[in-house]
């Protein structure tokens, strides 16, 4: 074929000698490519699949001589076969053969999977026929033909490993350089086979999302004037699932705004069925256990904690849940389970075609409906679940035999209702009970709590949980929190596998039976708030437990003598209890991590014993206010991390504390007997040598100078001096190079600020109405979080203006900031005024978004207004509802701010400011820095404060 000089003749001659058959089946192959690859056009109306095709190339890897198995993973709906039909139609011309085997999950199991192997050969091979009559010879069929060629195979909507044990059961079956890619919902399947990669689908954003279903409603990209907030509304409902988007905007296409509303307000009620049935058969394709756990899910448990009351009820949790996150029925973020909406939609509609009336399903969850199967007494055996997440609006009262016809209850949480004729029955196959409010004095007599894992009852009415001995192994916590009625506790005996009882603030409990006291496996009891306790057993034998709160127990004078095997007990709370020592038990507590003696304010001094808690990790004295010295041997606890003795008597720390290498934050607020220069520099001399000290709390110590030596703490992240006399800050404090948060707020003889380390994150100046110079600038390059409100004096001076300008971040780094922007506005008063202004805030954030805070001001108090305050706590939802431009508030707060409040400002300022830095350490809820919290509050001061809470 090479000669000059060839004529079809030669050609032919040629061919017949060299392989014949071959050539002209390569030839036809080549040509068939073409004619293929000219109809493989991508769609103009597949949105988003550009981007979705270019992260699958990426794991395909085609440059790469090996076999690949590729998955493409996802809930049903998602566009799986689509994306795999493009990149089908792309690359089919790179590979020698090519095959595509649509809905093998149905073809499997309508034609058998020896027809589908069949059709992978003859689509491969150009039509030559392959016979076998089994599925084994059909693999080997395929092995033996296929292992030398370079193969591009998809293998669509796969649901059982045998269908790829029969179709691409190894790699190989195939030659260097295929590629098999398998599209499931079961991303289990993909890891038993040994996949190279997973490419898991994604949703459709809020941009492609709008476009595909205005191609589909309009035939355009974007909505018809008037449809603009409709069509958000209705890509909201579908969450970014293409299947979802076309069906909405195929079934409203033509239609008018009126239509529209009725059709959208229709389908949140009844999903499309061809929605519902498409992801039906993941549901479908489930173990029985496993769809019990998915209706729950949907039902009851959506967005709940994966760990808390689904482990109640089912025995072989996290199987299960493995499985449904494999077939991407769920997700976990964390810890929490979420389901998609139009998933949970599909479980409840499953429970609800159970039947007619609520009363014969299996889960009844909506209010109206629990309210009709209490009320009415219609609730059946069917009946294993009833989840009432809020209350009813107005008080429901309940006959004592609501619950008499539900024999097979499992679940139940409801509050909001009363029985004004108490209860005469509960299941006894109940495994959880939440009972918010329960107006009965006590349990059914009846009732045997045989499978009961989880019983809580706060704000119960109830005077005894249940009379004589109630059997259950199953039982591992009871939470009576608030129930102001409660005097005294049941006999426990019958319940020795009891984990937790949370007993707090049951303010009329003075006597617990003896039993308790003999629990072996309680980890947690909590009596804090028991203000009528007076005194515990001289022995308790309690070998599991882990946590001890006696905090609040006012009247408690009587503590054991003896304590047993108690080898497990790390925390220990006697705060606000009226104990004179430590009691003689401690000592035995060999391996207490956390002891809180604060509030103890008869408590004036401390054993040597205490030394023999080598493991103790934090050490609480704050407002012992009689405590005046602490114990040399304190130097030996080797292991102390946080020492907080603020608001005591002590004017200095021991000198063996340090020798404590672990110790991390020391807490010294309010010790104003520190404020001899002795006992300070004493003391910065002591701690000088403690390199783990990253937290240092001196505030409101009512120092006058602060001494050179504060510089040689180099390992301090965090320093708090507010609330003292001194004029200035030493120049040492440039020597702080880790130094990330300085606090100096309500300093208010501070004049200056000496140069402070480059890397200072925050500087917090409020209060400081003195301070005249500063060495940061407003076009300075460096500028960390400032804080100069009612820093008038600079204000004035050094002409910064509006004090925004001066604010880089006013949030917590790490966290996404927010800039509020408040535009100018002159109010005039006239005859013609209104009775009140409304005034607008712009919240504008880093995704480009826009969300607004309004407020209405009265005008005749419009002369009084001195400020604004603005607090929100917000998560960006990219599926979102058009009234909330994308903006999931968690919390939110806006107020004015008048003449008035800041006379009371002034009054609570110093409490504000201790309350605030204490809950900065992780301590401290109530106004005064009482209790423990695990909220942040930046001591931004009384009106710049913003708390972050622990929600995402």
């Avoid at 790469?64 to 566009?79: A, E």
């Avoid at 016809?405 to 004729?421: C, D």
């Avoid at 704050?622 to 003795?645: A, F, Q, T, W």
Wanted: aromatic share 8%; with cysteine.
């Amino acid at each position: 074929m090479e000669s000059s000089n060839s004529t079809p003749t030669n050609i032919l001659s040629y061919l017949r000698c060299r392989y014949q058959s071959k050539v002209i089946e390569e030839i036809v192959r080549e040509i068939l490519g073409k004619l293929i690859s000219t109809s493989s056009i991508v769609p103009n109306d597949l949105v988003g699949i550009n981007s979705r095709m270019e992260k699958l190339v990426n794991l395909l890897d085609m440059g790469l001589k090996d076999t690949l198995l590729i998955g493409i993973w996802g809930m049903g709906g998602m566009g799986k076969t689509t994306l795999a039909a493009v990149v089908h139609g792309r690359f089919l011309n790179h590979f020698e053969g090519n095959s595509f085997l649509a809905n093998v999950r149905e073809q499997s199991r309508g034609p058998g999977l020896v027809s589908l192997q069949k059709k992978l050969l003859s689509d491969i091979l150009i039509g030559r026929s392959v016979d076998f009559s089994n599925v084994h010879w059909g693999s080997e069929e395929i092995r033996k033909r296929l292992s030398h060629k370079k193969v591009l195979i998809i293998l669509d909507d796969v649901d059982h490993p045998k269908q790829l044990e029969a179709l691409a059961g190894d790699k190989n079956w195939f030659g260097p350089g295929s590629r098999i890619i398998i599209t499931t919902r079961n991303q289990q399947l993909l890891i038993n086979l040994g996949v190279d990669n997973i490419y898991q689908i994604e949703e459709l954003n809020n941009n492609e999302a709008l476009k595909l279903f205005s191609r589909k409603a309009f035939k355009n990209d974007c909505p018809l004037e008037g449809y603009e907030e409709l069509s958000q509304e209705f890509i909201y409902y579908a969450k970014g699932v293409p299947l979802a988007l076309e069906v909405l905007g195929s079934s409203i296409l033509h239609r008018n705004v009126d239509l529209w509303k009725s059709t959208l307000a229709r389908i949140k009620q009844y999903p499309p069925r061809d929605i519902l049935e498409v992801l039906k058969i993941s549901f479908d394709g489930l173990e029985e256990s496993e769809k019990n756990i998915f209706l729950d899910i949907a039902c009851f448990f959506n967005r709940e904690y994966k760990t808390n009351i689904l482990q109640t009820l089912h025995d072989q949790l996290d199987g299960d849940i493995d499985v449904l996150l494999k077939k991407s029925l769920i997700t976990i973020s964390r810890g929490y389970l979420q389901m998609h909406d139009l998933l949970q939609k599909l479980g409840r509609e499953i429970v609800c075609r159970e039947s007619i009336e609520a009363g014969r399903r299996s889960r009844v969850w909506c209010i109206k409906d629990v309210l009709h199967v209490l009320k009415e007494n219609t609730g059946t055996d069917l009946v294993t679940g009833i989840f009432l997440d809020a209350p009813p609006k107005k008080k429901e009262h309940l006959n004592a035999k609501a619950f008499s016809n539900m024999k097979n209850l499992r679940l139940l949480k409801i509050s909001g209702v009363h029985l004004p004729q108490g209860l005469n029955y509960l299941s006894s196959k109940l495994r959880y009970i939440h009972w918010y409010g329960y107006t009965s004095k006590s349990l059914p007599t009846i009732f045997e709590p045989k499978e009961l894992v989880e019983l809580i009852m706060p704000c119960s009415l109830m005077k005894q949980l249940w009379k004589g001995i109630k059997s259950s192994n199953e039982l591992k916590f009871i939470d009576l929190s608030d129930s102001k009625n409660l005097i005294e506790t049941p006999d426990f005996s019958g319940v020795p596998n009891l984990e937790q009882l949370i007993l707090q603030h049951c303010t009329r409990l003075f006597r617990i039976h003896e039993s308790l006291w003999n629990l072996k496996r309680l980890i947690q009891l909590d009596l804090n708030g028991c203000k009528c306790l007076e005194s515990l057993p001289n022995k308790i034998n309690m070998e599991s437990l882990e946590v001890f709160i006696l905090s609040g127990c006012s009247r408690l004078k009587k503590f054991p003598k003896i304590v047993g095997n108690m080898s497990h007990l790390s925390k220990l709370d006697l705060s606000e209890t009226p104990i004179k020592h430590l009691p003689a038990f401690v000592k035995h507590l060999t391996v207490l991590t956390n002891l809180d003696l604060s509030k103890c304010r008869y408590l004036s001094s401390l054993p040597d014993a205490s030394c023999h808690l080598k493991y103790l990790k934090s050490l609480n004295l704050s407002y012992c206010s009689k405590l005046d010295k602490l114990p040399e041997s304190l130097g030996n606890i080797k292991g102390m991390e946080k020492l907080n003795v603020s608001h005591t008597a002590i004017r200095e720390l021991p000198s063996p504390i340090g020798l404590l290498e672990k110790l991390k934050v020391v807490i010294l607020r309010g010790c104003v007997g520190l404020s001899y220069s002795k006992s300070l520099n004493k003391l910065l001399h002591t701690l000088s040598g403690l390199c783990s000290l990253t937290k240092l709390d001196l505030s409101y110590c009512n120092l006058s100078a602060i001494p050179d030596v504060v510089g040689c703490l180099s390992s301090l992240k965090l320093l708090n001096l507010g609330g003292n006399n001194f004029v200035c800050l030493p120049d040492s404090i440039i020597q702080l190079t880790n130094l990330d948060e300085l606090f100096l707020f309500d300093c208010t003889d501070l004049q200056s600020l000496p140069w402070l380390p480059l890397n200072i994150g925050g500087i917090y100046l409020e209060g400081c109405i003195s301070l005249e110079t500063t060495p940061i600038r407003p076009d300075y390059d460096f500028q960390p979080i400032l804080n100069l409100v009612n820093c008038f004096k600079i204000m004035e001076d050094q002409g910064y203006g509006d004090m925004l300008s001066m604010i880089k971040d006013p949030c917590i780094p790490g966290r996404r900031t927010h800039s509020v922007d408040i535009p100018e506005w002159v109010i005039e008063q006239n005859e013609e005024a209104s009775a009140y202004t409304p005034l607008h805030v712009k919240l504008d954030d880093n995704w480009n978004q826009v969300g607004s805070v309004s407020l209405t001001m009265y005008s005749d108090e419009c002369n009084k207004i001195v400020g604004l305050f603005v607090w929100c706590a917000f998560r960006f939802n990219q599926h979102h509802p058009p009234d909330e431009r994308g903006l999931e508030v968690r919390n939110c707060a806006a107020w004015l701010v008048y003449e008035h409040d800041i006379e009371q400002a002034k009054q609570i300022q110093a409490e504000s400011q201790s309350r605030q830095f204490m809950n900065h350490d992780g301590e401290g809820a109530g106004p005064s820095g009482e209790g423990t919290s695990n909220d942040i509050d930046v001591p931004l001061g009384h009106y710049t404060q913003r708390r972050l809470d622990s929600t995402p």
